[in-house]
C-alpha cells in the first residue's frame, strides 16, 4: 500500500484547537473526515460547515483550524481543505492543504 493510499481520520492528522480564539470558530468535527496524503473526504453537509476563503486566509492563526478554498486549475475548479498546524518555532504555524473529495 503506497502513500496515497492510507487514509486517516482527520483527528489523527490536524490538531485540535486549543487556542482560547477557537471558541468563536465553528468548523466540523475532525472525526467526519478523511485525510489522505492528497486528498480529504467529506459529505456535502461536513464540506458546508467549512468557511470558504477562496480569495484570502481567514484572520487568526493558530492549531487546528480549519477553512476551505475554491480554485481554478486548467479550466477545472477544485476545493481544498486548509488547517494550521504548530512549527518547531513557537511564534509560527504551518499550512497544510489537500484537494476536497464530497462523499
Not at 502513500?3 to 477557537?22: F, Q, R, W
Not at 466540523?28 to 458546508?48: C, D, H, R, W
Not at 467549512?50 to 481554478?72: A, C, I
Request: proline share 5%; aromatic share 12%; hydrophobic share 30%.
Amino acid at each position: 500500500m503506497n502513500n496515497e493510499e492510507i487514509v486517516k481520520y482527520a483527528n489523527e492528522v490536524i490538531p485540535s484547537m486549543t487556542d482560547p480564539l477557537g471558541k468563536y470558530w465553528s468548523q466540523p468535527e475532525l472525526s467526519k473526515i478523511l485525510i489522505g496524503e492528497v486528498y480529504a473526504a467529506m459529505s456535502q453537509e461536513t464540506f458546508n460547515q467549512l468557511k470558504d476563503y477562496s480569495l484570502t486566509n481567514p484572520t487568526g492563526v493558530y492549531e487546528g483550524k480549519m477553512w476551505r478554498s475554491q480554485h481554478n486549475q486548467n479550466g477545472m475548479m477544485f476545493h481544498y481543505l486548509h488547517w494550521w498546524e504548530n512549527s518547531e518555532d513557537p511564534d509560527k504555524c504551518k499550512h497544510h492543504t489537500r484537494k476536497i473529495l464530497i462523499v
